[in-house]
């Protein structure tokens, strides 16, 4: 029989703007918890503090005069979870969101909330960014911080480079353990320290040379196309024709 849950889940791909905490919320970490009351502080506008926090509990407070706010977290047994426990107090204090020089905003923070931005205008400019930032927020961040916050959000955006080279070789054994007959070659060479760099790459999948040699016109063309990013390149593709006049890929590189 399922077993059914009792408490709410907080749900960590819901826009942060509509953060609403509760009793009961369960949370997959105390990580997601606090970003959660991050979120929360930031656009609802409350000057939020931690009083309390280790492996197992955790605890915030508004620190506005007067206002008794808080809210407690704990572990369950046996979870890796937290879960909120008591926010006995609605806020009484006033929310400063339109009050500039007193919003905390991590680059973090704003490293995510941009990265959709970034990933529609990637050469966004930091003054403009900035601008965005001081226009949604009411937060005045220095071209510094904006620097930081854009160099993130595309980290966030484009992946890390250097761990996805470090994987080619287990991408090109994957390929040959579940397509018989491929090929797939890497070149590399030495960077004087003893280290390995990646040169070049070339696959060509078994099924799609089997069916070039039996079912496509004796014709092959050949393209290629610059990479863009901290790294330079093409990357290389022949293409053929197969019998109803339509582009059959071969095989592709990159180099």
Known sequence: MKRTERYPRYNGSSSKEEVKLEVG???????????????????KGYDIKIRHSDRKRFQVFCNA??????????????????QIRKMPNPHSCIPFSFEK???????????????????????LRVRELRNLIEEKHNYKATISKCF??????????????KGQFGMI?????????????STVKIAVENNGDGKSVFKRLYICLGALKRGFLEGCRRVLSIDGCF??????????????RDANNQMYPVAWGVA
């Open 25 to 43: 919320l369960k949370f997959t970490s105390k990580e997601q918890l606090r970003e959660a009351v991050d979120d929360y502080r930031i656009m």
């Open 169 to 181: 070789r287990t991408y090109a054994n994957e390929l040959l353990s579940k397509n018989r007959n």
């Open 227 to 240: 990479l863009k990013g901290p790294w330079n390149g093409q990357v290389l593709a022949a293409v053929g």
């Open 101 to 123: 020089g007193k919003r905390r905003i991590s680059t973090r923070w704003l490293s995510h909330k941009y990265t959709k931005t970034l990933r529609l205008q990637p050469s």
């Open 148 to 161: 930081r916050v854009r160099a993130k959000a595309l980290a966030l955006i484009i992946g890390d480079y």
């Open 65 to 82: 005069k007067g206002c008794e706010w808080f809210l407690w977290a704990s572990r369950p047994q046996r979870e890796q979870s937290f």
